[in-house]
């Protein structure tokens, strides 16, 4: 591991029980998070992308315990930066302590704000509840928080109903900023919001982040975002990490079929450019029974028999390129041209 | 254009009178589309854009109000203005599904929980057309084959909640082509589904409007989506359209500041090396309390003088273009 790494997740899954009968014994899991290995350095932006229900947003939920993992390791940078800490294991003083630097930014504004607090107070909250400061101080810092997202002093005194999405966002943001952290991870920020608020949304990430020194793991299912925002991007499927490389490398020469459908997939916004569409047959398996061999396998079409018997290890296919699939060095996929 | 158009709607107004005030949805929207043609219509949020898909369908009731102008519709020969048609009236039903279909943004909420995805599309089938039941029962199954659904035939037994999203799409999409509409309306009908599921749905959209010779206006928020879909595009905003034409023409040479607002507001997939979007500054005002002159004004980079008192009307900047802003017209 080294010393610019801030945080680093290993075999990191989360499973939830299905219980049924009286006794409510579990019957099945759902495999949300399956064996995800992910690093991430200080002040990059790593993507996590993939389709709704492969476990991108568990993952997050998991990586900052707001969802208890089932097993794995979260090794974080803590304050002294002298070692990793395991935040999977760490008691809860330790966790609320950690906390101070792992925050998040959730998808939706709406529900994601107390209604019955006013804006001021959701964005000191974090301070009081770590009990930093003092109640003016406390006040002062939530107005320049406020400022530092683009909003004014005067709508500290405001409640979140009176603001519209973008602005709610913003709140989000200035919360997440409150106590200084380190690690923001970002769950879909911007995809409740309409496209000229999510410019507006995505610019001042990328001021936060050159102002503040800060790390983003962001979490969106929109490609075209993530590669904009990304230094790096991991794509997911059923639950585990199926590629990860440099936003450009991934993007231009993938190496995992899914990603490479996927890809082909995303509606460009130029009449004129002409991707030849790889399509994907049917749904994405349920995570309660998924494939047997490669998760990929009934849906991939470049399926062989060792797909549908063996699971395929995560392994580097390229420089810093790792990928999950059989046929890696083999296939020779399509990525974006660049023009 | 050579062709006579399916349906042609000239300055619409809706309104909604309600508690707050009066909200002006749709506030003058002219457009046309001709048979086989597909129109995308964008915009974000409030833009009207929907009301105006539901004002076509016949579907404004209280407290909306259509105000002013002309929904017309060659309908069995003849014209039919929908805007003074009794949206429960019988002839409206008679221009719905035959005419004119629409498929909305959440198939879960169209499709009726209790009832078979076969039977509800059966039920379409015998409401407008005089066959047996037998007979719609062999058609639903034919257009459940035709929408992509594997296992037709196991597929008309189930209950919506037993289809993916992506398949609900499709049944709702073969519930609307079951009576081959000259139009079909469709309201965000990939937004709620996955990237590779809506390249499906979009593959499928373009393939039924060949086989069917459907004329499709297609609303979304989506400018990849148009521009994998669309022929001609209409931009609105706050209850106008501020631009329109060949879809070409809207995405290479886009003329109203606040289209080109929205293309610089989308990181492009296509190329590097944007490291920062052109967003566009401000919100949406609110439909109660619309800005005089330019809606747009208080948002545009180029605002003048006389945008923020007079409003400006749509304009042939290029053949078959048109645009509503007075940095490209001479004000007289």
């Given at each position: 591991m080294?010393?610019?790494?801030?945080?680093?997740?290993?075999g990191?899954?989360?499973?939830?029980?299905?219980?049924?009968?009286?006794?409510?014994?579990?019957?099945?899991?759902v495999?949300?998070?399956?064996?995800?290995?992910?690093?991430?350095?200080?002040?990059?932006?790593v993507?996590?992308?993939?389709?709704?229900?492969?476990?991108?947003?568990?993952?997050?939920?998991?990586?900052?315990?707001?969802?208890?993992?089932?097993?794995?390791?979260?090794?974080?940078r803590?304050?002294?930066d002298?070692?990793?800490?395991?935040?999977a294991t760490?008691?809860?003083?330790?966790?609320?302590?950690?906390r101070?630097?792992?925050?998040?930014?959730f998808?939706?504004?709406y529900?994601?704000?107390?209604?019955?607090?006013?804006?001021?107070e959701?964005?000191?909250?974090?301070?009081?509840?770590?009990?930093?400061?003092?109640?003016?101080?406390?006040?002062?810092?939530?107005l320049?928080?406020?400022?530092?997202?683009?909003?004014?002093?005067?709508h500290?005194?405001?409640?979140?109903?009176?603001?519209?999405?973008?602005?709610?966002?913003?709140?989000?943001?200035?919360?997440a900023?409150?106590?200084?952290?380190k690690l923001?991870?970002?769950?879909?920020?911007?995809?409740?919001?309409?496209v000229?608020?999510?410019?507006?949304?995505?610019?001042?990430?990328?001021?936060?982040?050159?102002?503040?020194g800060?790390?983003?793991?962001?979490?969106?299912?929109?490609?075209?975002?993530?590669?904009?925002?990304?230094?790096?991007?991991?794509?997911m499927?059923?639950?585990?990490?199926?590629?990860?490389?440099?936003?450009?490398?991934l993007?231009?020469?993938?190496?995992?079929?899914?990603?490479?459908?996927?890809?082909?997939?995303v509606?460009?916004a130029?009449?004129?450019?002409?991707?030849?569409?790889?399509?994907?047959?049917?749904?994405?398996?349920?995570?309660?029974?998924?494939?047997k061999g490669?998760?990929?396998?009934?849906?991939?079409?470049?399926?062989?028999?060792?797909?549908?018997?063996e699971v395929?290890a995560?392994?580097?296919?390229?420089?810093?390129?790792?990928?999950?699939?059989?046929?890696?060095?083999?296939?020779?996929?399509?990525?974006?041209?660049?023009? | 254009?050579?062709?006579?158009?399916?349906?042609?709607v000239?300055?619409?107004?809706?309104?909604?009178?309600?508690?707050?005030?009066?909200?002006?949805?749709?506030?003058?929207?002219?457009?046309?589309?001709?048979?086989?043609?597909?129109?995308g219509?964008?915009?974000?949020?409030?833009?009207?854009k929907?009301?105006?898909?539901?004002?076509?369908?016949?579907?404004i009731?209280?407290?909306?109000?259509?105000?002013?102008?002309?929904?017309?519709?060659?309908?069995?020969?003849?014209?039919v203005?929908?805007?003074?048609l009794?949206?429960?009236?019988a002839?409206?039903?008679?221009?719905?599904g035959?005419?004119?279909?629409?498929?909305?943004?959440?198939?879960?909420?169209?499709l009726?929980?209790?009832?078979?995805?076969?039977?509800?599309?059966?039920?379409a089938?015998?409401?407008?057309?005089?066959?047996?039941?037998?007979?719609?029962r062999?058609r639903?199954?034919?257009?459940?084959?035709?929408?992509g659904?594997?296992?037709?035939r196991?597929?008309?037994?189930q209950?919506?909640?037993?289809?993916?999203?992506?398949?609900?799409?499709?049944?709702?999409?073969?519930?609307?082509?079951?009576?081959?509409?000259?139009?079909?309306?469709?309201?965000?009908?990939t937004?709620?589904?996955?990237?590779?599921?809506?390249?499906?749905?979009?593959?499928?959209?373009?393939?039924l409007?060949?086989?069917?010779?459907t004329a499709?206006?297609f609303i979304?928020?989506?400018?990849?989506?148009?521009?994998?879909?669309?022929?001609?595009?209409?931009?609105?905003?706050?209850?106008?359209i501020?631009?329109?034409?060949?879809?070409?023409?809207?995405?290479?040479?886009?003329?109203?500041?606040?289209?080109q607002?929205?293309m610089g507001?989308?990181?492009?997939?296509?190329?590097?090396?944007?490291?920062?979007?052109?967003?566009?500054d401000?919100?949406?005002?609110?439909?109660?309390?619309?800005?005089?002159?330019?809606?747009?004004?208080?948002?545009c980079?180029?605002?003048?003088?006389?945008?923020?008192?007079?409003?400006?009307?749509?304009?042939?900047?290029?053949?078959?273009?048109?645009?509503?802003c007075?940095?490209?017209?001479?004000?007289?």
């Amino acid at each position: 591991m080294s010393d610019d790494t801030l945080l680093e997740v290993r075999g990191l899954r989360k499973y939830f029980p299905i219980r049924k009968g009286v006794l409510q014994r579990t019957v099945a899991e759902v495999k949300a998070v399956d064996g995800v290995d992910l690093a991430v350095k200080i002040g990059e932006t790593v993507g996590l992308v993939g389709e709704s229900g492969c476990g991108k947003t568990t993952t997050g939920r998991a990586i900052l315990r707001l969802t208890e993992p089932t097993s794995g390791e979260i090794l974080f940078r803590g304050r002294d930066d002298a070692r990793m800490i395991d935040v999977a294991t760490a008691s809860p003083a330790r966790l609320k302590e950690l906390r101070r630097d792992m925050q998040i930014i959730f998808q939706d504004p709406y529900s994601s704000l107390n209604p019955r607090m006013t804006v001021g107070e959701i964005v000191a909250e974090p301070l009081q509840i770590q009990g930093l400061m003092g109640r003016a101080e406390r006040e002062a810092r939530a107005l320049d928080l406020l400022k530092a997202v683009g909003l004014s002093e005067d709508h500290s005194r405001r409640f979140p109903h009176e603001f519209s999405g973008g602005q709610r966002q913003r709140i989000g943001i200035a919360r997440a900023l409150a106590l200084n952290p380190k690690l923001i991870i970002c769950d879909e920020p911007v995809s409740a919001l309409d496209v000229s608020i999510q410019a507006q949304v995505i610019n001042l990430l990328q001021d936060l982040q050159e102002r503040f020194g800060l790390t983003y793991l962001f979490i969106a299912h929109d490609l075209s975002v993530v590669k904009h925002i990304s230094n790096r991007v991991a794509v997911m499927y059923l639950g585990r990490i199926v590629e990860l490389a440099s936003t450009r490398e991934l993007f231009e020469n993938p190496k995992h079929p899914y990603t490479e459908a996927l890809m082909s997939a995303v509606p460009v916004a130029d009449p004129d450019f002409k991707v030849e569409r790889i399509p994907l047959e049917g749904d994405v398996p349920s995570p309660v029974d998924p494939p047997k061999g490669c998760h990929f396998h009934p849906r991939c079409r470049y399926a062989q028999d060792i797909c549908r018997n063996e699971v395929p290890a995560y392994r580097q296919v390229a420089s810093a390129h790792f990928a999950s699939c059989h046929r890696a060095d083999e296939l020779g996929l399509r990525g974006l041209k660049s023009s | 254009m050579s062709v006579d158009p399916l349906i042609e709607v000239k300055d619409l107004k809706v309104h909604f009178h309600t508690e707050d005030g009066v909200a002006r949805a749709v506030d003058g929207v002219g457009f046309s589309i001709a048979p086989e043609r597909t129109l995308g219509v964008v915009g974000e949020s409030g833009c009207g854009k929907s009301v105006t898909a539901r004002a076509v369908m016949g579907l404004i009731e209280a407290p909306g109000k259509i105000e002013q102008g002309e929904i017309l519709l060659r309908h069995n020969g003849r014209t039919v203005d929908i805007a003074k048609l009794d949206p429960r009236g019988a002839e409206i039903r008679g221009i719905r599904g035959t005419e004119i279909a629409m498929i909305f943004q959440e198939p879960m909420t169209s499709l009726n929980p209790v009832f078979r995805i076969g039977d509800q599309i059966v039920e379409a089938i015998l409401l407008h057309e005089k066959i047996g039941r037998a007979a719609a029962r062999e058609r639903a199954v034919e257009l459940l084959a035709a929408v992509g659904i594997p296992l037709p035939r196991q597929r008309f037994e189930q209950f919506p909640h037993q289809l993916s999203g992506g398949m609900r799409q499709r049944a709702m999409i073969a519930m609307a082509m079951s009576c081959n509409p000259k139009l079909l309306i469709a309201d965000e009908p990939t937004t709620a589904l996955d990237v590779t599921i809506q390249a499906q749905v979009m593959d499928l959209m373009n393939a039924l409007r060949r086989d069917f010779n459907t004329a499709i206006m297609f609303i979304t928020h989506d400018l990849g989506v148009i521009a994998g879909m669309a022929d001609d595009v209409v931009v609105m905003y706050l209850g106008r359209i501020v631009e329109s034409g060949p879809v070409r023409e809207i995405f290479r040479n886009p003329k109203h500041p606040y289209t080109q607002g929205l293309m610089g507001s989308i990181p492009s997939l296509a190329d590097w090396g944007v490291r920062r979007l052109t967003a566009i500054d401000g919100v949406v005002p609110s439909p109660f309390a619309v800005p005089q002159g330019c809606g747009f004004a208080p948002r545009c980079p180029h605002a003048m003088e006389i945008c923020r008192t007079r409003s400006p009307d749509l304009a042939e900047v290029a053949p078959g273009h048109a645009a509503a802003c007075f940095l490209n017209q001479v004000p007289t």
